[in-house]
């Protein structure tokens, strides 16, 4: 039995990966953490949905919290490590 009767495998290119926060600015970072800030607590579920901005600028910095970038649809995002 060949493995190609399982389906075919999934394009390697075309799986999200992690990128080290090291290699983005800032901006870059601060951006992503106000989409995930206001993505998580809406902006209509909480007064203040950036509140929590810095505590989650920590967690990326700490590995808490990494950079997810999805190759297909070319955005990035924060996320848990698997």
Known sequence: MS????????D???E?????ASLLTEDQLGG??????TRYHGLNDTEDP???LGRILA???SGEL?????????????????
């Open 12 to 14: 390697p290119r075309q």
């Open 32 to 37: 992503l953490a106000e989409e995930y800030c």
């Open 59 to 61: 967690a990326i910095r």
């Open 66 to 82: 990494v950079v997810w970038f999805d190759p297909v649809e070319n955005t990035a995002s924060l996320g848990s490590p698997t």
């Open 50 to 52: 950036l509140a929590e």
């Open 16 to 20: 999200k990966f992690i990128v080290e």
């Open 3 to 10: 493995d190609y009767a399982n389906g075919p495998e999934s």
